[in-house]
T-cell receptor
Framework: QKEVEQNSGPLSVPEGAIASLNCTYSDRVSQSFFWYRQYSGKSPELIMSIYSNGDKEDGRFTAQLNKASQYVSLLIRDSQPSDSATYLCAVRGSNYQLIWGAGTKLIIKP | DVKVTQSSRYLVKRTGEKVFLECVQDMDHENMFWYRQDPGLGLRLIYFSYDVKMKEKGDIPEGYSVSREKKERFSLILESASTNQTSMYLC?????????????FGPGTRLTVL
């Protein structure tokens, strides 16, 4: 059974600090990795996708991928209260499917 | 921008009723998906389709069926609704070709079965 694991949280971070979210996956051959943000009562929206080892930066967000260790992380710099949400990690499986983690709830304290 | 729409935001049905949830996407995506999301369980795949009239079972297909008669439309059917099908239902679509497998979600339908 292919799995994606995330700490459910909640993860509480002071405003302005760096939030670090982590995700591990079991399928060694996975090639595509995604971070989605989901506000309460809303549907998931894509924040970042990453396909190669290393870091990928987009504004305040940085995705990090380490295929050898089978983990992917998301860093949020200068955290804002509007970043408070649940963050879902997803990994490409077979047949165009994504395998989803259960999500980490992030709370940014003003 | 990709747009995925779902027929209802909130729906209340009675046990035993037949329920139709509709999803439409406007980006000519080949792949479409139906998920349900429950607290603490994350997103669970019910069915998906990678072409018109094609369907594949996901992780939890029992009690559900789907229909894809047109490329842009993917319907989820609850043949006889039960209280344990009370959930948030999310539709998503993605392109088949290209380097990305990004899935784009509709706003969701919160279904309550009484």
């Amino acid at each position: 059974q292919k799995e994606v694991e995330q700490n459910s949280g909640p993860l509480s971070v002071p405003e302005g600090a760096i939030a670090s979210l982590n995700c591990t996956y079991s399928d060694r051959v996975s090639q595509s990795f995604f971070w989605y943000r989901q506000y309460s009562g809303k549907s998931p929206e894509l924040i970042m996708s990453i396909y190669s080892n290393g870091d990928k930066e987009d504004g305040r967000f940085t995705a990090q991928l380490n295929k050898a260790s089978q983990y992917v992380s998301l860093l949020i710099r200068d955290s804002q209260p509007s970043d408070s949400a649940t963050y879902l990690c997803a990994v490409r499986g077979s047949n165009y499917q994504l395998i989803w983690g259960a999500g980490t709830k992030l709370i940014i304290k003003p | 921008d990709v747009k995925v729409t779902q027929s209802s935001r909130y729906l209340v049905k009675r046990t035993g009723e037949k329920v139709f949830l509709e999803c439409v996407q406007d980006m000519d995506h080949e792949n479409m998906f139906w998920y349900r999301q429950d607290p603490g369980l994350g997103l669970r795949l019910i069915y998906f389709s990678y072409d018109v009239k094609m369907k594949e079972k996901g992780d939890i297909p029992e009690g559900y069926s789907v229909s894809r008669e047109k490329k842009e439309r993917f319907s989820l059917i609850l043949e006889s609704a039960s209280t344990n099908q009370t959930s948030m239902y999310l539709c998503a679509s993605s392109p088949r070709q290209g380097a990305t497998d990004t899935q784009y979600f509709g706003p969701g339908t919160r279904l309550t079965v009484l």
